[in-house]
């Protein structure tokens, strides 16, 4: 079974506390701290998590939720590594 705990739109995945974004082929419409997107909804597929990559990076990045931002945070690190996944999406 394919858990995914990765954001599909901004790449963040929490270290300490992984949050289940999709669960096999289910989106569980977590939103993710960093970009506040919700599984199943922005990322349901690559066009669509691109749209919302794009939209949330050319607003500055904000966090959605500041709280959970680490203190060595680096936007450009993991955009990279979100650019580099080939993860299979509906649709
Ligand atoms: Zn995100």
Redesign the pocket.
């Known amino acids: 079974m394919f858990i995914d705990v990765t ?6 995945s929490d270290p300490g506390d992984p949050e289940e974004l999709w669960h096999g082929g289910t989106p569980l419409h977590a939103v ?6 919700e599984s199943g909804v ?2 349901v597929s690559w066009r669509t998590a691109l749209r ?2 794009k939209a ?1 990076v050319d607003g500055g990045a904000p966090w ?1 939720a500041p709280g959970a931002r680490p203190g060595d945070w680096d936007l450009s690190a993991q955009l990279e590594k979100v650019r580099s996944r080939r993860v299979p999406t509906p649709g």
């Open positions: 954001c599909r739109v901004c790449g963040w993710c701290d960093c970009c506040g997107s922005q990322d919302a990559r949330w959605f």
